[in-house]
């Protein structure tokens, strides 16, 4: 069974489920505003550098995230934010990318949201986790399982909007989210075999076994 990490020397070309919750559980997007902050940090930390200098928004510092910038260390494979936690499946390809990037990404997005909601302190409980991926059912079906946290979600908010979900089925596109890794399974099993046609979606939706059962130590303890 997989074993939790909390900060510590990572592999090289590893992958790997990161997470974080609120302090003391409490909600950390409470508006569409704050999800769409956080993802724009990611944007920034991840797309590759040309495609940032090409944007054209005043109120964007494009050179202050250029030098911050993680795309030929990191890609992000999946993601979705929760009211108050989130999950991200990444690949690192240097041993020390997820600590730089989420030391990054949290940081923007604690001194946003204090400055916002006129708080101070911390904002997530303790460090966030990071737990090896270490075969590709537990690549997939991780993917599966941060997805269906989206899916499955009761709250005022659309959440699915703020997961890569939407990304997987093709009804968006980003240069910082990298689906065809996970695709590419699903791809290559139906030009083995014509009559093969699970679909990445029936596999999310209509998968018969419990995506947290097959994970066990993989997902957030006591959600």
Known sequence: MPAKYIIKTYLENGYYHLYNRGV????????????????????????????LQELNDPGIRIN???PLNLSKELDLLAFTLM???FH????QYTQDA????????????VMYFNKKYQRVGAL???????????????LLHLSRYIHLNSLGIHSALNFLEFSSYPYYLGHKKAAWLKTEEILNF???????????LLSYQNFVENYSENAQEILGSLTLEEE
């Open 124 to 138: 997530f409980q303790n460090n966030y986790k990071a737990v090896l991926i270490e075969n590709d059912p537990f």
């Open 64 to 66: 202050r995230f250029i």
């Open 186 to 196: 699903f791809r290559s099993a139906q030009r083995k075999d014509p009559k093969d």
């Open 24 to 51: 003391e559980k409490r909600d950390i997007f409470l508006d569409e505003q704050d999800c769409r902050v956080f993802l724009h940090y990611l944007k920034m930390y991840l797309s590759p550098p040309e495609i």
């Open 98 to 109: 997820i600590t730089k990037f989420m030391r990054r990404l949290i940081t923007s997005y």
């Open 83 to 85: 009211p108050n936690h």
């Open 88 to 91: 991200l499946q990444v690949k």
